[in-house]
């Protein structure tokens, strides 16, 4: 096996096989049920849900377990919780098991006040015996893989991701994905892929790299440089639900399907997407707020896209933001229903 070849091998993870190991990360309020299920539709090899308390899953909170939710469509799908207690997001960890997630996500890389002020997300990076505890007290918990997503650091001077990364592979982390970026950076700046190659050099368990994969060719690039096991694409994806597979293609040297696709494809893809939130929401004015921003995304680029952006908000049918779309695209405004 040639060595690119051995880079883009699948990424095994217990008893789950990721291949091609191309991830699409968690985004609150973005990679929803709907969002997951079209991904998963189109090729992504893998899913997260948004961020979940786990507290709010013992409490019984409505709003975290509208998030458990899901179709077994989505799977393989992961749930990412989020917490401070060790034993208390282990026995959130025990009930998503039960429930059919494939795995584990601890989120410890959250950079919102309301996250860290709890000493949960990305706060656990500058307390590395708590986020051990944690891992400790979930892997006795559950036998399903079990990963830790967390930020390069805290900040330039602490909470490093190799030596927490040592502390957790320890405690009975499977793999862990690092975006590459210090909680003090949150979004903006550019993520340290130098970085994530220390870190697979230095780590026994795979790393997932995350930040700034962009192009179809990023993540055969970023893996070949780094070595790292799997990649992890997050805002490049929005509007863009093809780029995971797309990606994943790329690193196994198959050939791509046409990327990105023509306009009326593009379109048939928003449609059927709309649809997705239409049947998962069961309120069609409720399903086209959520899509507004989509509709954004998905024609970022285009002729036309910012007069769009002052529209979209006046928008209250899913046939007002089809065939605003098919407009502003230039295709044909079929009945999506023989777009298959
Ligand atoms: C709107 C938004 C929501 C996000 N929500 C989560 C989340 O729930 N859990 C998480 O671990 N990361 C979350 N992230 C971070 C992404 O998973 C990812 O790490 C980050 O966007 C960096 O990747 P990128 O540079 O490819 O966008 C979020 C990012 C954005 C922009």
């Not at 899901?70 to 026995?91: I, K, N, W």
């Not at 499977?174 to 050099?201: K, N």
């Not at 995350?210 to 179809?216: E, H, I, K, Q, S």
């Not at 069609?284 to 921003?293: P, S, T």
Request: aromatic content about 4%; overall charge positive; proline content about 5%.
């Amino acid at each position: 096996m040639g060595a690119l070849s051995k880079l883009a091998a699948a990424m095994k993870l217990g008893n789950l096989q990721i291949d091609p190991p191309v991830w699409m990360a968690p985004m609150a309020g973005v990679v929803d049920a709907p969002y997951r299920q079209l991904l998963r539709e189109l090729g992504c090899p893998v899913v997260v849900t948004e961020m979940v308390s786990a507290e709010g899953i013992l409490r019984l909170a409505k709003g975290s377990h509208r998030l458990l939710h899901h179709l077994p469509s989505e799977r393989p799908l992961f749930v990412q919780l989020f917490g401070d207690l060790p034993e208390r997001l282990a026995e959130a960890a025990r009930l998503c098991a039960e429930m059919g997630f494939a795995g584990i996500d601890i989120n410890m890389g959250c950079p919102v006040k309301k996250v860290v002020r709890h000493g949960a997300g990305a706060a656990l990076m500058k307390d590395p015996i708590r986020a051990e505890q944690i891992v400790a007290a979930v892997r006795r918990a559950v036998s399903i893989p079990l990963t830790v997503k967390m930020r390069s650091a805290w900040s330039a001077s602490e909470g490093n991701a190799i030596e927490l990364g040592r502390r957790l592979a320890g405690a009975g982390a499977d793999a862990i994905i690092i975006h590459a970026r210090t909680r003090s950076q949150f979004y903006s700046g550019r993520a340290d892929w130098e970085l994530i190659g220390r870190a697979v050099a230095a780590l026994d368990i795979p790393v997932i790299g995350n930040g700034d994969l962009r192009a179809v060719e990023d993540g055969k690039r970023r893996q070949t440089q780094t070595g790292c096991a799997g990649i992890m694409i997050g805002r490049a994806a929005l509007g863009n639900p093809w780029l995971p597979a797309a990606m994943g293609k790329c690193m196994t040297q198959q050939t791509t399907t046409a990327y990105p696709p023509s306009p009326q494809e593009r379109w048939g893809i928003f449609c059927n997407h709309l649809q997705k939130m239409i049947d998962w929401v069961d309120s069609e004015r409720q399903a086209v707020i959520r899509m507004r921003k989509h509709l954004i995304w998905y024609t970022r680029g285009f002729v036309g896209a910012v007069g769009l952006r002052k529209e979209v908000h006046r928008m209250n049918t899913a046939t007002a933001m089809r065939s605003a779309m098919a407009k502003l695209l230039a295709v044909e405004d079929r009945d999506p229903q023989c777009l298959c």
